[in-house]
């Protein structure tokens, strides 16, 4: 038996939805591998800020510290969307990965063959795709000073800063070299080296890493060139890393070639310790979603592959992950969908397709 202490911030929009899926597919993983999921339950984003005044609280960030990961839904939506707002829900979140060091987040993009139809992208495009993208998410753009608004000669002005510094860079290099010579042996560098310096610094640190791993097949690719290439030939990628806006952008587009945002997962990982794992936040992609919020029609999937992923990276605990992501599989295979992968009638809601989840799981 094993024990987890796990932070719950269900967040906003849909946040709660899913999450409440997730949550229950660690109960449920408890009672059959016989697991303690100790978990405590906060509030994050514009919850936060309607309750607080603040995006995230200063007590949750120093109680972070003392779980072993987190549980994180989505922040934002059109209630707290005024640009001029000196409070955002996305504050929240970013103080989250900086204060916390969650500097590599890791996004797999794996096409399903049983949803190759839900994509707009031809089926035989898509085959064989199997992408892990790796995007460095604690520096860069989201985070470099200056980031300010100005008034310049009567006019409204804006500045963000791309800063990189090479410990940073190198530490997401060594990472994905790793974790491409356990998979397919291949790595892709997405910059802008041809028009930003932070870039052409990012790729001559990767390069320099590079050649502690000869056998690692390499190429760097532009990041416009990158969103035509992953259209084009998904499947020739296997990992990619990418700074923090380009990473955060092409994964989004990629989520198109497994059919919707509601099927992607992510960790988001400190430093790993001696055994390998690390303290993570796992969180799914598609964000908050205001629009279909409270209708109980969110695609809970997401959400559930990120426990499996919070198992893997942050328990240790393999056999469990696997048993969830099979579950996932087989409730696609059994041709069971949710709004956003199908347009016919049957359609299951949130709670209707964890259940199917959770069943097989049982099984």
């Not at 609280?57 to 707290?80: H, M, S, Y």
């Not at 996305?90 to 993009?109: F, M, T, Y």
């Not at 199997?130 to 500045?159: C, H, Q, W």
Request: aromatic letters at 6%; glycine letters at 8%; charged letters at 25%.
């Amino acid at each position: 038996m094993a024990s987890f202490d796990i932070l719950v911030l269900p967040g906003d929009g849909i946040g709660p939805e899913v999450t409440k899926e997730g949550v229950r597919t660690l109960e449920l993983i408890g009672q059959q591998y016989e697991h303690v999921f100790r978990l405590k339950h906060d509030t994050v984003g514009g919850d936060c800020i309607d309750k607080f005044g603040v995006a995230i609280r200063e007590q949750t960030l120093q109680d972070a510290r003392d779980f072993d990961a987190i549980l994180f839904g989505a922040v934002g939506g059109p209630k707290w969307d005024d640009p001029t707002a000196p409070v955002r829900p996305e504050q929240g979140l970013l103080a989250l990965r900086s204060e916390l060091q969650l500097w590599a987040n890791l996004r797999p993009v794996k096409a399903i063959p049983a949803l190759l139809d839900s994509s707009s992208i031809k089926q035989e495009i898509l085959e064989g795709t199997d992408i892990m993208v790796i995007r460095e998410l604690t520096s860069g753009a989201y985070f470099g000073e200056p980031k300010e608004r100005r008034n310049e000669n009567n006019l409204r002005a804006a500045v963000d800063t791309i800063y990189y510094r090479e410990d940073e860079v190198e530490r997401v290099a060594r990472l994905g070299f790793k974790l491409a010579q356990q998979r397919r042996n291949k790595l892709t560098n997405v910059d802008k080296a041809n028009v930003l310096e932070s870039s052409r610094l990012w790729r001559e640190i990767v390069h320099e890493v590079q050649k502690e791993f000869p056998e690692v097949e390499y190429e760097d690719v532009l990041v416009d060139a990158m969103t035509m290439h992953l259209i084009k030939r998904p499947s020739d990628f296997d990992v990619v890393i990418a700074g923090n806006m380009f990473g955060d952008i092409i994964t989004d587009e990629a989520s198109m070639l497994i059919g919707s945002m509601g099927m992607l997962a992510s960790a988001s990982l400190s430093t790993p310790g001696e055994v390998g794992t690390a303290f993570g936040m796992y969180e799914p992609i598609h964000g908050s979603a205001p629009d279909i919020a409270g209708k109980d029609i969110a695609n809970p999937l997401a959400m559930i592959l990120c426990t499996a992923m919070m198992l893997r990276h942050s328990c240790g605990l393999e056999e469990e992950a696997v048993a969830i992501e099979e579950a996932v599989s087989q409730v696609i295979e059994d041709g069971l969908r949710t709004a956003d992968l199908t347009s016919e009638s049957n359609a299951l809601n949130t709670i209707e397709i964890a259940d199917e989840v959770l069943s097989r799981l049982g099984n």
